[in-house]
């Protein structure tokens, strides 16, 4: 199997720190040559490596990181696959599947107390020379199920934090929201819409939700040798969101200086007895304003991030569809690459049709400029073993980087298949190891 630590088409650094796991080789994305990259792996020694090269990528759900037997069995069968790069969900609903003492231990952990779901599969990843991510999900905080047992989650203990739905705003603008029918409608109103909205987002524009987003960041870069860090749900669920009374005045105080004397007096009138006046005669400040606060936290951690670990890849899963990103989920990632401040987006381009997925690929090819920024989200999940493979090859036709699968627990759960030549193991067989 290639060692993902080595094929990456980058600097590779070594860097002294106490981190968890083994020593740190990971990417940043200078180029040297026509069909090559240089390898920096200290100050005596260079290793060239081809741009051929492919990640060959799984993203891992949290529960499958529920206890060591788990998160063996995950590392070996991934590996054996012929799988070179595992994403990691380490905070999948404001939980952690890692030591913290940000946020309250995932439900789903079995292990025991000291039992840390991250180090070990860094520690297993890295010996069998695989890149390790950390899956970080952003806004998405909760399902829209009964809410956590602990009372140090922030849906509990702030749930001030929370984004709001237009569906609820009036109704939930005056209640506190500690009273205790706050955060049971979000979960109704979540729970009513299961295929528009995954369940409780934070609202994106509180400036305390992006310093707990930034110190999670954070915690996983200084403590864990990880390869890369991966943005998730860093969007809004819909344009319907966030009516929060918060964001409805953070808004107010942003777009007053963008307004004339007059239309400014004209809606500071009418607010006092609407206080929806400012969004509803300002839709296009109100969506710019929403798509500023996701591109904005974007922005501080990546540059938080190389500022600290520069060879720290940051990617983000992104909405395929460029114009439903951009228009309803207030998520530019084509201005995040063409800006820097991400290193590889990801498009989740979930679909059976052919065609479609391959304009996802194309489009977001296009955007970053160069292959290595790119890899491919496959939907595995709804997709036949054949057409899993088709899709890796037409990743290939449109030369991207690479592939990253959803999910490992369905390749190896409801998608598993004959169990003498189960999904996994094919696709490494005839998707990968025939290369």
Not at 52 to 75: C, D, I, K, P
Not at 269 to 286: I, M, Y
Not at 342 to 358: K, N, S
């Amino acid at each position: 199997m290639i060692s993902a630590r080595r094929l990456w088409p980058a600097l590779f650094i070594v860097t002294a720190c106490k981190t968890i796991g083994s020593p740190l080789i990971t990417p940043t994305f200078p180029v040297v040559g026509e069909g090559q990259d240089r390898a920096d792996r200290g100050q005596d020694q260079e290793i060239i490596l081809s741009r051929a090269l492919e990640v060959r990528g799984l993203w891992v759900v949290r529960f499958s990181m529920t206890n060591e037997s788990r998160v063996r069995q995950m590392v070996l069968q991934a590996s054996e696959a012929g799988f070179n790069t595992l994403v990691l969900q380490v905070r999948g609903r404001a939980d952690a599947y890692y030591q913290s003492e940000l946020e309250p231990k995932g439900q789903a952990i079995d292990g025991p107390d000291d039992f840390d779901p991250l180090a070990l599969a860094i520690e297993e990843g890295h010996r069998r020379g695989m890149a390790v991510h950390a899956w970080v999900n952003t806004h998405l905080v909760w399902g829209p199920a009964a809410p956590p047992t602990s009372v140090d989650h922030l849906v509990n203990a702030n749930p001030e934090w929370l984004a709001v739905p237009r569906g609820l705003s009036e109704e939930l603008f005056s209640l506190d929201p500690r009273d205790p029918e706050f955060v049971p409608a979000l979960i109704q109103y979540a729970a009513n819409r299961p295929a528009t909205v995954e369940g409780i987002y934070t609202s994106p524009s509180h400036p305390e939700v992006r310093e707990r987003i930034l110190a999670v960041w954070l915690d996983l870069l200084d403590r864990y040798d990880l390869d890369g860090i991966h943005f998730d749900y860093i969007r809004f669920p819909s344009e319907e969101f966030d009516y929060s009374r918060g964001a409805l005045e953070r808004f107010q105080d942003w777009v007053r200086s963008r307004l004339g004397a007059a239309r400014l007096a004209e809606l500071e009138r009418t607010v006092g007895r609407d206080p929806f006046a400012f969004v509803n005669n300002l839709p296009s400040e109100w969506a710019e304003f929403r798509r500023i606060q996701i591109t904005s936290l974007v922005r501080d951690i990546y540059g938080e991030i190389k500022a600290r670990k520069p060879q720290v890849t940051v990617s983000a899963a992104v909405v395929a569809d460029s114009q439903v990103a951009y228009g309803t989920r207030f998520q530019d990632w084509h201005s995040w690459l063409s800006d820097g401040i991400i290193d590889i987006a990801v498009p989740m381009a979930y679909t059976q049709d052919r065609e479609r997925f391959q304009s996802f690929v194309r489009t977001a090819r296009a955007a970053a400029g160069s292959r290595e920024r790119v890899w491919a989200g496959v939907g595995s999940y709804m997709n036949t073993l054949e057409g899993t493979l088709e899709q890796i090859e037409l990743a290939r036709s449109e030369d991207v980087g690479g592939v990253v699968l959803f999910s490992y627990d369905w390749a190896t759960g409801e998608g598993r298949g004959d169990p003498d030549d189960p999904f996994l193991q094919r696709i490494g067989r005839e998707g990968f190891q025939s290369r």
